[in-house]
């Protein structure tokens, strides 16, 4: 019998309906697992052990659970840039070491009031950028999980937790997700709540999550924007397969042999299951893309976090103060050209995904580097993020040192609903 930590998010919700499965179960089966592993992993910066307990029991008391909202039940855990006001938040950053939010931020709240248990906060890179906190890569403890949602990623991966909240700026959902071999969903630009989510670019930060298969995702977004939870069993069984744009991207010489060995056996597989596959080229002008994007970071950057840095300077790493005076020095002109170009992308693509229904690309350079000291490249994040559209990791293949490599799916802009339906028929025939 699988342990109840082991459990999918779908999986846990079903088994509760039923009447299989407490939420005290689940629960405690969580803790658990974070007791006998988080010494190695650490993934967490704070449990809530306690009052979560105290929160499943009541669930469990009231009875039918499986009418009490599309999480009920369920644990997430929490990014630390993410605010709680039950929980400390300190955003990864010794500016704040005891900060204590004077509420929930609405993720959280839409969690709670979907019956969802908020059981901790994971580790977060400071302010979400490239300063690592402590966490491990779960497969190979001399890993790096990836960044900034590094806690989260690596939490998902070791069963401690069936659902972890991360945000995405550069590549922190796919790039985390890729390393730790789970499932991560980056929405639409602008599709899910960020109130109470601390802003390091308002121009690209991105609400996402992680867990540990693609339907999961719905019992999420059913509770942040009221999306179906369920997908049912006859329109799963009689979707037609996507039509694939195989699209190496501009940066695919970066790719190592496992990543683009990866692409390309998704790629045949998915054409061998009734996928008909062809090669997208993206225009020239995308070639430019990931440096505007990493100017429209820098230069948000520099104004989203303007009183860190005019205030608490000497706490910052100095990772986030070159983020930052890198962007004091960007031309606004040159950021007006880098909003316009990216529009100008948004529009090449609504042609691109005229003919075909989602792209497959890189998640990451291939498997998790070695170290802690970084978290990885985000060199096949940054297009997607500027240009807003929901991305997909799938999970699946493994490189040459035992680690996971994964899979990018990017659907069309505001096309989330799409993009997940083509990804539960991906992901059972992308190995």
Not at 138 to 146: A, I, L, M, V
Not at 186 to 193: D, F, M, Q
Not at 292 to 300: D, E, L, W, Y
Not at 305 to 321: T, V
């Amino acid at each position: 019998m699988v342990p109840a930590n082991e459990l999918t998010a779908s999986q846990a919700r079903k088994a509760m309906v039923r009447g299989d499965l407490t939420a005290e179960t689940l629960l405690q089966s969580c803790l658990d697992r974070i007791s006998a592993r988080d010494d190695v992993v650490k993934a967490w910066c704070h449990l809530a052990a306690e009052t979560t307990l105290v929160v499943a029991k009541e669930l469990d008391r009231g009875g039918r659970i499986g009418e009490k909202g599309s999480l009920a039940g369920l644990p997430v855990g929490v990014k630390d840039i993410i605010d709680t006001v039950d929980m400390p938040t300190t955003y990864g950053s010794a500016v704040y070491p005891d900060h204590r939010p004077s509420m929930d931020a609405a993720c959280v709240a839409l969690v709670r009031a979907a019956g969802g248990i908020a059981l901790g906060k994971t580790v977060s890179t400071e302010f979400a950028y490239f300063q690592p906190g402590y966490t491990t890569n779960p497969h190979n403890p001399g890993h790096t999980p990836g960044g900034s949602s590094s806690g989260s990623a690596a939490a998902v991966a070791d069963f401690m937790v069936p659902f972890a909240f991360g945000t995405q700026t550069g590549g922190s959902v796919i790039r985390p997700a890729a390393f730790c071999g789970v499932v991560g969903y980056k929405a639409s630009y602008g599709a899910l709540p960020l109130y109470g989510v601390k802003a390091l670019s308002h121009d690209l930060d991105t609400l996402g999550w992680f867990c540990r298969e693609v339907a999961d995702i719905h019992l999420m977004r059913a509770a942040l924007v009221g999306a179906p939870s369920i997908v049912p069993d006859a329109e799963l069984n009689s979707a037609q397969a996507p039509k694939i744009g195989l699209c190496r991207t501009y940066e695919w010489d970066q790719a190592d042999e496992d990543c683009q060995a990866a692409v390309l056996a998704a790629a045949k597989n998915l054409e061998a299951a009734g996928a008909e596959v062809v090669d997208v080229t993206l225009p020239p002008s995308f070639a430019d893309l990931v440096e505007s994007q990493k100017r429209v970071m820098a230069q948000n950057a520099a104004r989203d976090l303007a009183f860190e840095y005019h205030q608490h300077r000497d706490r910052m790493s100095r990772h986030i103060i070159a983020l930052i005076e890198e962007g004091q020095s960007v031309d606004f002109a040159i950021y007006q050209q880098d909003v316009a170009a990216t529009e100008a992308g948004r529009g090449a693509l609504h042609a691109i995904f005229d003919q075909v229904d989602v792209l497959l690309c890189p998640s990451a350079p291939g498997e998790a580097p070695k170290g802690l000291d970084g978290t990885g490249d985000p060199i096949f994040n940054r297009l997607w993020t500027l240009l807003g559209n929901p991305c997909v990791n799938l999970p699946g293949h493994i490189g040459g040192n035992g680690l996971p490599v994964g899979v990018q799916a990017v659907g069309a802009m505001g096309q989330d609903e799409a993009l997940l339906a083509h990804c539960r028929w991906m992901e059972q025939r992308i190995i």
